[in-house]
Each structure stands twice: as C-alpha cells, then as structure tokens.
C-alpha cells in the first residue's frame, strides 16, 4: 500500500517530517517499508494563472492567442494550440525561463508572426499523466501567481508499506494515522463524516440471501448528479496511490476506500432491473459481464449482487457491466458492504481477478466500517459531482460483530517483556491503540474495537506493548531452553528418513485433507471424532485425516497411471483425532506418524531370479528393519484391520503396546485406487520409535600424543577381518582405532594376509615404548589364538 505523507497529514499531525525516522517508526510497528519515494516538481516556474481573453491568430487557423493574467494585473500573450478551455479558466503557466520535464526550456517565440510568451501547460508536458489532448484546466478556486506545484502538494514522500495479512485496519490512510498516532503519542483525527441529505428514500430494496456470504449491506442514493473528472488534488492523490483517474464517482469510490480503507462500488440507480438487490449464492451456468468486459460464466461459490434480471455484480471482486456509471448517469447507489473473507479469496482466485478491493477483503475488512465509509463517499460525491443525497439509507445486518475482551495479567507482561513494564504504562500503551482498559489488581481486562480482529489472545496484547516501546530499546539475552542441537528424537527421525531412502523408498508430502469415504475406509479400531474443515478448498478434502495411507494411496495411483512399474513411498506427518490434544487443549490431537506404501518390485535384483513383488512380507520386512535400526523390538500379532487384507494384516507392538499395523492392502480397496498389483502398507506412531533409548556419555578427548603402528597378519580364508581388528584392538583401552588398509592374496594358493593399522593413546599421559611394546604383543597373541600368524611388525611414533 502506498501512502502519500502529504495526504496523510490530513488526519495526522506528525512531530517529525523525515523520512528516515517515519519509515524506522513503520518498520517497528510491523508494517515493512519496502520503498521511500521523494516526489518533487519536475519542472521550474510554472505558475497558476487565469485565461482573460481568447482570440483568433490572425495568420493561423490551428491556433489561438490568448491573454493571461498571473495575479499581477498585467496581461501575458501567450499561444496555445489546445481549444479545451474559455476565456476565465484557470491553468498551469511556464513563464519564459522555466525548465519543464526532460530539459524543454521556455522562452519568448514568434510564431507565424506574434510573440508568445512562455506556454500553457498539459499533463503530459509537465509528466502529470498521458494526457495531451488539450491544456490542464485547474479548479476555479486556484490562487493565481501561486507557484503550481503548491496546488499539487509538492513535495511529497510516498512509502510503500507491506500490510500482513492480519492487519485490515491499516489499509487505509486513517489507519496507518492512527498507528503513526500510538507510536509517537499524538492525536490524530477522522474526516469529516457529516452528510448533508434532502428528505427522500431510495426506492430500491436490498435482502440478504446469502448470510454466509455477506455481513453487512449499507447504501445510499445520491440524485442529481453530474458526471465528469475529478478535482485535481484527487486525481493527483489517487495516482500516488497508484490508481489513475476515471470519473468524478470512481474516483470517489477509490479515494473513500484509500481513505478509510474500506471498499465501495457505485451502481447506476436507474440500470437496476425492477429496484431490487439481492446478496445470494450465483447459480451454476449463470453469465455475468465485468467491467473489464469479459463473459464470465459462474459457478454455485461465486458470491453476487442480483437485481431482477440476474447477476449485476460480482461482490467484492468486480462490478457488472450492464450497472456500472457512465456519461449519462444521473442516479447513484453508493453501496458500502461487507463481504466473508474466504469467499472473495476463492472467487477473485479462481478467475484471477486481483484488485485493491479484494486485497482488503481478503484480510477482513471491519464490518461496523461501511456505514462510515458510505456517508464519506456520498459527502464527496455530493461535494464534487453536485448530487443530493437522500435521508434514507439501507442498512442490513446479516451477521453482527461485537467488540470482544481479552484478559491480560500485569504479571505476565513484566514476565516477558521485563520489570520496566509498570500498570501504568501498560494501560497508556494499549489505550493509545483506541483499547478500553479496565484494571483490578494484577488483572487488566482490555475491550478489542472490531476494527483489530487480529486480538484474540493475552499474548496479542503482549506484542501490542512490545511493538510501542520499540524492539530496539529492548536488551539482548539469550534465549532460554535446551542446548542447542538437535534433540535425541530429532536425530532418531534423521535415522529413520535416512533407514527409507536406503532401503529405496522416496519421501512423499501430502496435504492433510481427505474425503470422508477414505476415512471409512480406513477407520482405525476405536475411530475418534472426525475432524471437519470450516472453509475446504474442495468438497471431497473437507476432513483432517486420521490416517496417513489414504493420501499415499492416491500417490502410488498417480505413480502407476504415469508408467511406473513400481512405486516405494514413506511419509512422516500429523494425523488428527478428534479429541483434546495434551499439548493443548484448544486444538484436535495430533501424534506423528509413519506411512509406508509400496506395489510393484521392490528390493535389489538378483540374477537369474526374478523380481519380488511388494506383498505383506514386504511390509514386515521393512518394520523388521526399522526395529534393527531404531534399537527396538517391534513384536507383531494377528489381526483385522479396516483397508487391509483380513488374513495377512498384524499389530505391531512396542513394550506390550500397539503402535500401528503393517500387513497387505486389500483387493478391493487397490481396486478402487486403481493399483493393478498388490500392496504393501505400513502405518505407526513415530514417537515410540524414534524415542532415545540410551544415554550418551560424553569424555573429554585427550590432550597427548598418539601412537601409530602396523601389524600384517597372514589368515585362513573364513577368518573375517572384522573379527581379527575386534579381537586385537579389545586388548586395551588404549587403542583409540584400528583399521583395515590392505589385503593379499598370493597366486595359487587360498591363503591370504590382512595389514591393519592401529593407533594408540592414554588419556592422561604419553605412552612409554614399553607400554607400546607390551601392548603390541598382546595384539600378537590375540591373534594368534584365533589362527592367524604375524606376517611382520612396523611401529612408528608419532609426536
């Protein structure tokens, strides 16, 4: 969102100007200034002056001559080709010397025979806008002499702040004002909401079908008006909020929403087919064209305004052609409604229509904010298109908001935020924020206005003290807590995610919602309440899963249908039972998980054998092979599990536990995921197996030197190097490594010899030659003991 410093002063008046210390105080408050645009005059010397007279060129017909009075008396002569203005108009004049965009300098000319001196100005030779068509014609209450960039408010700052998404208050220049007001301990102030209205009502009705969809629908007619461009000072305010200029009632529309941060739309009254609207639920099939002209065709989601001939508007997202104002238009219905977030998300989504209006929607624009907004733009409209505003007005609440209050204990802001944070200065903190505080003992209750859905929670309250004493004031400490590192059931879960890509299975990462059918069919033996979704993305994903097999089922399918001949898959991931999780209670249980699924050959080939095809073996294979590598034994025992084969399904259990089941999909289950070939499927919980089951015991390493030193030993053929190297190295606790670096085999003869090299070192001492020496002696016998003879002996020391 752009915000022009010279707009917003309007509702603010700031200490500081400097655009260095208002971006650090946005930055701190959490609205991220990604760009700091200073906007000067792009030219030198033009001023406002009024056109006193108008007349032929005597020698021209594409041209006129006119006179021009500065605010001095005296009159300029001045040529001008543009015929879009009369004698009395008020305009923008570059007086000879001045400099205009891209270095044109003006000077006194002849031309065909008359001097002209300097030029009237348009949008485009002054780099105001494209516009060249004709000169500018500025309001008739311009001051004349006065330099032009004054009318403009030049200079100006532009920041581009970034709005989180659960920040709705700050989309308008009010609410950026009122944070700026918090930060820096000012006033700041609203516009003028009070309407002049003539008695009269609108003769249009409004319902609100569609409950769901709307939450309030406010609007206002506005008679009489007459259509044309905006003032000046608007149009200039809207480009730097990087809107371009449309009509006098558009623009209102998009000032308002600017403004106060809520949208509106403005239909032409006498376009509504038989004065009636209604908020509802479009009709698959329906046709609506939008004012971008496209032909959309609806679908049962799409949110619209319907008059009697069907869809006129698309709500929040883009009005309709056959309603919106045009040259003609005389009757507005100004209309200020509040719309269900995740309903405008899903229609400007699915068509792709982003707007400003949208974006605002999206984060959840106050709804108690329409009728506000509604009387701002009809104040204006009345003010700059001439219109009368009629007295009565809709206002139909579907679905009200009050302001909610949240609990907030003293004691635990100075527990995280430190002792400095008194009563006091906690309660004049949050009231600057437009909270009402109410203080008994160490509890302060705070009412939430409905403008800040964002506070829900003490420790919103927190930040919100956090956020205006300024991060920067805040000492540096270390966080509490563990080590640093990762945590035994960390390193258990990279043993485990390394043990699946071993044995050839592909990590799989699904998005936890299901359709209920794939629950039923995989129903666990107790099966808890199911966890539904409020706002699916699709009916058939409006639950949480409770198993993880249903969505690596569809992945082995997708596999399949693209030409694998075999598909190996594991996921590791949150399931959701619909019971108190301990960790809290606010929220569904939800214990990790391991999926294993697995069709098709599976397991290194073996020559003149073919393949193995994943079956149930397959599955208790690889939990046998988890239990090897996780340090666990993992019993298993018979049983009937939903989605499995009755006959070749078992329990797996832990210390007397069960922790899953692992066995064959069954038939008919493959068939409806359209696998041709049998199934292997795994499921467990991950937290008993991943869970420490030892204690690491850390040593300081030693500070002498070691000592190195090769033995080759000459051993019979089933003699395995591994048993040589645990035996001789077993001598002692000093040898710190022994490894295998070379073996021989002599030509024709089965014998072989093994060179192992070892090293030696004491903790607390250096090692003597005759500890060195004893030792390797012993490493001699050992290995002689288990039939292999010194072949030769090199020792060697080192340090």
């Known amino acids: 969102m752009k915000v022009s410093l010279r707009w917003l002063s309007d509702y603010i008046e700031l200490p500081t100007t400097d655009p260095d210390e208002l971006a650090h105080a946005l930055d701190m408050l959490g609205h991220g200034v990604e760009n700091v645009e200073v906007l000067a005059a792009g030219w030198t010397d033009v001023v406002v002056g009024r056109v006193a007279a108008v007349e032929a060129h005597p020698d021209a017909d594409q041209v006129r001559i006119t006179r021009v009075d500065l605010g001095t008396g005296d009159l300029h002569q001045i040529i001008c080709g ?30 065909r025979g008359v001097v002209s001196h300097g030029m009237i100005c348009s949008e485009r030779e002054l780099g105001l806008g494209d516009v060249h068509e004709g000169i500018m014609v500025l309001d008739d209450d311009a001051p004349l002499g006065l330099p032009f960039e004054s009318i403009l408010e030049l200079p100006d700052v532009v920041f581009d702040l970034d709005i989180t998404n659960n ?18 301990d000012v006033a700041y102030t609203w516009p003028d909401l009070t309407l002049p209205t003539r008695q009269g009502d609108t003769d249009i009705d409004v319902t609100v079908s569609a409950t769901d969809g709307c939450n309030r629908f406010v609007a206002r007619e506005v008679r009489d008006v007459t259509m044309g461009p905006s003032p000046l000072w608007m149009r200039e305010r809207l480009r730097r909020a990087g809107v371009r200029s449309i009509s006098n009632v558009v623009d209102v529309t998009n000032y308002v929403m600017f403004e106060l941060g809520h949208p509106l739309h403005a239909f032409d009254a006498d376009t509504i087919v038989g004065n009636v609207l209604d908020v509802r639920w479009a009709q698959a099939g329906e046709r609506l064209v939008t004012l971008d002209g496209a032909d959309r ?10 008059d009697g001939a069907g869809p006129t508007s698309l709500a929040a997202v883009m009005g309709g052609a056959r309603s919106e104002v045009r040259e003609t238009t005389s009757r507005i219905l100004m209309e200020a409604a509040n719309w269900n977030p995740p309903t405008v998300m899903y229609t400007s989504r699915r068509l792709d229509l982003r707007s400003e209006a949208s974006a605002r929607f999206e984060r959840g624009v106050d709804p108690n904010l329409a009728p506000a907004a509604n009387d701002r733009a009809c104040k ?33 802001v100075r527990r995280l935020l430190g002792d400095r944070f008194e009563v006091d200065d906690v309660t004049a903190k949050l009231r600057r924020l437009d909270l009402s505080i109410d203080v008994d003992g160490d509890l302060m209750r705070a009412t939430v206005p409905t403008f800040r859905p964002d506070l829900t929670r003490p420790a919103d309250l927190i930040e919100e003290v956090a956020r205006l004493a300024d991060y920067d004031t805040f000492d540096e400490t270390l966080p509490t807590g563990p080590a640093g590192g990762l945590t ?30 794939e629950l039923d069919i995989f129903l666990p033996h107790e099966a808890h309440a199911i966890v539904s979704v409020r706002n699916p993305l699709r009916d058939d994903q409006g639950k949480l899963r409770q198993r993880l097999l249903p969505g690596l089922m569809r992945n082995l399918r997708d596999n399949v249908n693209r030409g694998s001949r075999s598909a190996a898959l594991f996921e590791t991931g949150r399931v959701f039972l619909g019971r108190p999780w301990s960790d809290d209670e606010r929220v569904p249980e939800q214990p990790m998980r391991l999926g294993i699924g697995i069709t098709g050959p599976f397991g290194p080939p073996r020559i003149g054998t073919k393949p193995h095809r994943a079956d149930a073996r397959t599955a208790l294979a690889v939990v046998a092979a988890i239990a090897e590598a996780m ?48 199934v292997a499927a795994v499921e467990v919980d991950l937290a008993p197996i991943v869970a420490a089951r030892w204690a690491a015991q850390i040593e300081p390493p030693s500070t002498y030197p070691h000592v190195d030193f090769d033995l080759s030993f000459d051993v019979s053929p089933d003699l395995r190097a591994a048993d040589l190297v645990a035996a001789t190295a077993g001598v002692s606790a000093m040898v710190e490594s022994a490894e295998v670096f070379d073996e021989y085999r002599p030509e024709d003869t089965d014998g072989r010899s093994i060179a192992v090299q070892y090293r030696l070192r004491a903790p607390d001492r250096t090692l003597a030659s005759e500890e060195i020496a004893a030792t390797r002696d012993q490493m001699i016998t050992t290995a002689a003991e288990l039939g292999a003879s010194l072949r030769g002996a090199a020792a060697k020391e080192d340090g």
């Not at 019993?635 to 210390?655: C, I, Q, W, Y």
Request: charged share 20%; aromatic share 4%.
């Open 82 to 111: 543009a015929w879009n203005f009369d004698e009395g108009a008020i305009v923008p004049v570059a007086v000879p010397g001045a400099v205009l965009p891209g270095g044109l300098e003006i000077g006194t000319r002849k031309i």
């Open 167 to 184: 920040r709705p208050d700050v989309m308008g220049m009010v609410g950026v004002a009122r944070e700026l007001a918090a930060w820096f």
């Open 297 to 306: 065709t609806l679908v049962a989601e799409d949110l619209v305004i319907a």
């Open 380 to 412: 204006l409209l009345a003010e700059i298109g001439g219109g009368a505003v009629l007295g009565g007005g809709i206002d139909v609440v579907a679905n009200v908001r009050e302001p909610v209050s949240v609990n907030l204990p003293i004691s635990e």
């Open 488 to 517: 035994p059931e960390q390193h258990g879960l990279r043993r485990l995610h390394d043990l699946m890509r071993g044995l050839g299975l592909h990590q799989a990462v699904n998005l936890p919602f299901v359709s209920p059918d």
């Open 631 to 678: 340090g666990c034994s993992i019993e298993r025992r018979g049983t009937s599990v939903p989605g499995l084969h009755p006959t070749r399904a078992a329990d797996l259990l832990l210390d007397g536990v069960v922790i899953g089941v692992a066995g064959e999909l069954h038939p008919d289950v493959a068939a409806m995921y359209d696998l041709p070939d049998r």
